[in-house]
């Protein structure tokens, strides 16, 4: 049985967390531009007691693998939230989410590296979202759009540790000026494997909304399956998708379970749980004739690997 957690279709309004704090849009106003995220090169440069937490529960963070998010509002879906400084961290045991809030535990939670299910990143407006969805937690990092080219860094690093890619865990992966078309070629989704992926594509069009005279637009889209992941892209009109973000659900191949399209929906399974993209029907029905045996095929494989290594040796009698 599949557990019935699922990532929201929306993570961007999601309800005010336990250590998020409501505020009044006038109050908000009065607080003036938010601080810039960065990159620290030292633990020294973290908020207190973050470089301490973060050490005991993932190890000491390498330079470049830690990032600060600076507290800032946004909008939720009961109201207007002030969201706390943030920093997330990787170690050689994984990744951990630490927010500055003294009235609750400051470590949100712990993925370690083997229980990373799939990432996933939503932009719109000012406002950007990671969620980050493991065996047993689910880490959901808000903060705000600028920060961008920082957090798709991360992104790509978290995921080439947790899947042994060495080709993206020190390299950059945005900040470039690359074409839409050619994003699925791109560190930030191959992680640095030379082999071309396979790719299927929808361009964005207009579409007719659920009244007879409202039309809205769905934009272009892609559906990538790496040597490590399914990767679903959703093109944010008029941003350079390295430079300026895109929304991405990239899911490990070795643990998906099942991968089924309803209409506009595509629903990848997990032990996890589903995660679900909205796309145009005809390439949700395409990535599920195309890509659904390969992943039936590389499941099959992984058991088998499993089972393998799980298999006990044969004890040996001693050499006389």
């Not at 406002?127 to 937690?137: F, K």
């Not at 559906?223 to 430079?243: D, K, M, N, Q, S």
Request: hydrophobic content about 40%; some cysteine.
């Amino acid at each position: 049985m599949f557990a019935k957690r699922a990532v929201p279709v929306s993570s961007l309004d999601a309800p005010c967390a336990p250590w998020e704090i409501p505020v009044e849009r006038d109050l908000a106003e009065l607080g003036g531009g938010p601080a810039r995220s960065f990159r620290p090169s030292s633990a020294r440069f973290l908020p207190v007691d973050a470089a301490e937490d973060l050490a005991d529960l993932v190890g000491p963070p390498r330079p470049g693998d830690l990032l600060v998010l600076p507290s800032a509002t946004r909008p939720a879906a009961d109201g207007l939230v002030c969201v706390p400084d943030q920093v997330v961290g990787m170690g050689p045991r994984g990744v951990a989410q630490w927010v500055d809030d003294l009235p609750y535990p400051r470590v949100v939670g712990v993925i370690p590296y083997a229980e990373l299910v799939a990432a996933e990143h939503l932009l719109a407006g000012e406002h950007g979202c990671l969620v980050l969805t493991g065996a047993r937690t689910q880490l959901t990092i808000h903060y705000r759009s600028p920060a961008w080219p920082a957090v798709g860094d991360l992104l790509t690093r978290l995921r080439a540790h947790a899947l042994a890619s060495t080709g993206a865990s020190t390299m950059s992966a945005t900040g470039e000026h690359v074409q839409w078309e050619e994003l699925p070629y791109s560190l930030l989704v191959g992680l640095g494997d030379p082999r071309p992926p396979r790719c299927l594509s929808a361009a964005a069009e207009s579409v007719r909304g659920r009244w007879w005279r409202h039309r809205r637009t769905r934009p272009a889209a892609q559906v990538v399956l790496t040597r490590y992941e399914l990767v679903v892209l959703r093109h944010v009109t008029g941003r350079a998708p390295l430079r300026h973000g895109v929304n991405l659900l990239a899911v490990a191949r070795e643990h998906i379970a099942g991968l089924d399209a309803s209409g506009e929906r595509l629903t990848v399974r997990t032990p996890a749980g589903e995660h679900q993209v909205e796309l145009n029907p005809a390439l949700a029905e395409a990535a599920q004739t195309k890509f659904r045996p390969m992943l039936r095929a590389c499941g099959a494989r992984g058991s088998a690997a499993g089972r393998r290594r799980a298999a006990p040796r044969p004890r040996t009698a001693p050499q006389s």
